[in-house]
């Protein structure tokens, strides 16, 4: 999946909170539970390429990227604004 469309899901769960979406249940649990859902799939990165493991490491990567998009949605900040970080940091 592209990641501006995996951001235009989780944009449109955070808008309609539907029931049984798992991103719309981070937004209603708040900002705690999704900023311990991005320090545990890091770990899990870490412990990951510790390990060698490209299959897992590409899993949990995966994991983290989603729950970051996630983070910066309920946070309004937008991949621009990261783009935009990165650029000034040339």
């Not at 449109?12 to 937004?27: E, G, I, N």
């Not at 996630?70 to 309004?76: A, E, G, Q, R």
């Amino acid at each position: 999946m592209k990641i501006n469309k995996l951001l235009e899901i989780i944009q449109d769960r955070k808008q309609k909170m539907p029931k049984d979406s798992y991103v719309a249940s981070l937004f209603r649990l708040g900002e705690d539970k999704i900023v311990q859902k991005v320090g545990e799939e890091a770990t899990e990165v870490v412990i990951a390429a510790k390990n060698k493991n490209k299959k897992r490491i590409i899993s949990e990567v995966a994991d983290l990227l989603f729950h970051l998009l996630i983070l910066l949605v309920s946070s309004d900040i937008t991949l621009s604004d990261i783009e935009k970080e990165l650029e000034n940091r040339n």
